[in-house]
Every structure is written in C-alpha cells, then in structure tokens.
C-alpha cells in the first residue's frame, strides 16, 4: 500500500547455502538408465516423471511430460514417431533433450535444433548413434556444474556489494534484488546467443561451413 516501508528479513546466505547443496543433488539419466525395450505411452510418461519430478518448481503440481503433449511433439516433427505405438530408448533420449529445452526455447526452435540430430543419428547403424550424442553433451555438461558453482558464488558475492547506502530496512531486499537481476542478466544473454545459433542452423550457415572447397562449384 502507498506510503507503507516494507520490512522484509532474508537470509540470503542460507539461501545460497540451499542452492548449493542443490547443484550437489544434480544428476543426469544416463541412457544405460533407460530401459533397453520399447515401452508404451504410459509408461514412457511414468519414466519422465520418476526421473525429473525433483527437478520442477512445484513437484507436486508440475507436469514432466504428458501424452498429449507427446503427441505433439511427434505431430510437430520434434519427435519420430513411435512404431506400433511403441517408444524406443531413442525416442527416450530425444524426449529428454526435449524436456531441458522447452522452458527456454520455442517449439519452433527446438525442432530446429533437434531435426538435424534425428535425421542423422536416429535409429542410424554404426558406432555414433543418437545415444553417442546424448552421452557427449550430458557428460560434458554435467562436469561444469563446479564451475557454475563458482560462478553463481561470484555473483553472489558482487551483489552483497551493492546498495550499501539504501536504508537499512531495504537493504536486504535489494541486495537479494541485484543477485536475481545478475543471474538473470547472465540467463538473458545467453538465451540471445541460442537463439543466434540457432538462427545459424535455419539459415542453413552451418551447411556451408561444413563444406569441402571443391563443393561450390557444383553449386
């Protein structure tokens, strides 16, 4: 209400002490994990929820993924589509990549993204499978999270910096304030670098990179 001082208490430092312990708990599903059979709808839905319940906002009210809207993601070309009504342990993999992107990128992006993988490495014979692609990124992306560590700590740490002058009552907010705005600053800027990229791929940039000196002329 107007002319009213807010009086918030935060314990920030136990915050951040929560939010590491959190990246402690972190975890990815390996894809020896997943069941080496094809399973039905049901229970590929009951697979997602079992491994990614913990990682939503509100677990109890949070959907993982459900079958419509696999459905759709099959109708919208982001998924193959089952055989005989039966998922793969690929249609799996692409599921999880799925589950990861679509808080941060659009529907339209991720089939961009992931189209390439699938029309090269879905059900394909030979060493390097859908499966070795998971592994690579999953692996690789798992060993930074000390990193990330670090790099939230710092960021903390810059924002118990700021407003030293405020009034003491709303020093606390504001402090927390500049954390979440640091952070978010950090998410922003890298989304507008996904999207670049991805922007790259639809424009075909990486094709062309890709190309042998000798593949222009018979363009």
Do not use: W
């Given at each position: 209400?107007k002319?009213?001082?807010?009086h918030m208490?935060i314990?920030?430092?136990?915050?951040?002490?929560?939010?590491?312990?959190?990246?402690?708990?972190?975890?990815y599903v390996?894809?020896s994990d997943?069941?080496?059979?094809?399973?039905?709808?049901?229970q590929v839905?009951?697979?997602?929820?079992?491994?990614?319940?913990?990682?939503?906002?509100?677990?109890?009210d949070?959907?993982?993924?459900?079958?419509?809207?696999?459905?759709?993601y099959?109708?919208?070309?982001?998924?193959?589509?089952?055989?005989?009504?039966?998922?793969?342990?690929e249609?799996?993999l692409?599921?999880?990549?799925?589950?990861?992107?679509?808080g941060?990128?659009?529907i339209?992006?991720?089939?961009?993204?992931?189209?390439?993988?699938?029309?090269?490495f879905?059900?394909?014979?030979?060493?390097?499978?859908i499966?070795?692609?998971?592994?690579?990124?999953?692996q690789?992306?798992?060993?930074?999270?000390?990193?990330?560590?670090?790099h939230?700590?710092?960021?903390?740490?810059?924002?118990?910096?700021?407003f030293?002058?405020?009034?003491?009552?709303?020093r606390?907010?504001?402090?927390?304030?500049?954390?979440?705005?640091?952070?978010?600053?950090?998410?922003?800027?890298?989304k507008?670098?996904?999207?670049k990229?991805?922007?790259?791929?639809?424009?075909?940039?990486?094709?062309k990179?890709d190309?042998k000196?000798?593949?222009?002329?018979?363009?």
């Open positions: 209400m002319g009213m001082v807010m208490h314990n920030t430092k136990d915050l951040l002490n929560s939010i590491m312990e959190s990246f402690d708990r972190i975890s390996k894809s997943i069941p080496n059979i094809d399973l039905y709808m049901d839905t009951t697979f997602m929820d079992k491994n990614f319940r913990k990682t939503t906002r509100y677990p109890g949070d959907k993982i993924m459900t079958k419509t809207m696999i459905n759709n099959a109708k919208n070309d982001l998924l193959p589509p089952p055989v005989r009504k039966k998922y793969s342990r249609h799996i692409v599921l999880i990549f799925i589950y990861y992107y679509k941060i990128l659009s339209s992006d991720i089939q961009t993204l992931l189209g390439p993988i699938t029309e090269k879905f059900h394909k014979d030979g060493e390097f499978d499966q070795s692609v998971y592994e690579e990124v999953f690789v992306g798992y060993d930074q999270i000390e990193a990330l560590k670090q939230v700590m710092e960021e903390y740490e810059r924002a118990m910096g700021t030293e002058d405020a009034p003491e009552d709303q606390e907010f504001l402090k927390l304030f500049s954390f979440i705005c640091f952070l978010s600053f950090d998410v922003y800027m890298k507008q670098l996904i999207e990229l991805i922007d790259e791929i639809k424009e075909g940039s990486y094709q990179a190309r000196p000798g593949d222009m002329k018979k363009e």
